[in-house]
């Protein structure tokens, strides 16, 4: 009987302990965006980073990466649509570049200008650098 009881309590105190820790969220967090896998998260894009500054441009089986070091063509591997955004992998003699983008809205850190998505640029599997991304074919966003 005792035994019993020390397992229920036991099985209580792992419960509060569980809920004690869970994360608080506050209320005037607006909730994340809904993503669902096959959204119409465009193949050819271009983002942009600052600090350093680059520019990669997807266009079907090439992106064009423009930044203080001049200009690269490279040769697309993957453009792949994840469950959480798209991928795609290029490569050309210098190297490989990684570009990522997911459903999230993104203001530009130094013109201030929104874009409708975030991303990701990476050089040979270096640290990613945060910019903004928008559809290939439209126009840059004006700062505000």
Request: glycine share 10%; charged share 20%; hydrophobic share 40%.
């Amino acid at each position: 009987m005792i035994m019993r009881q020390s397992i229920v309590v036991t099985i209580l105190l792992l419960g509060l302990t569980a809920c004690a820790a869970a994360p608080h969220r506050i209320a005037s967090d607006p909730p994340a965006p809904l993503y669902t896998a096959g959204a119409d998260l465009p193949a050819n894009f271009v983002l942009s980073t600052n600090e350093p500054f680059w520019q990669g441009s997807v266009e079907g089986g090439r992106v064009l990466l423009r930044g203080l070091d001049g200009e690269r063509s490279l040769s697309v591997d993957e453009n792949q649509l994840l469950p959480d955004g798209r991928l795609v992998n290029a490569h050309d003699a210098s190297g490989r570049v990684m570009l990522r983008i997911t459903p999230r809205p993104c203001q530009d850190s130094m013109s201030g200008a929104d874009f409708p998505y975030t991303g990701k640029l990476a050089f040979d599997d270096g640290q990613a650098i945060a910019g903004c991304a928008r559809p290939a074919g439209t126009a840059p966003a004006d700062a505000p």
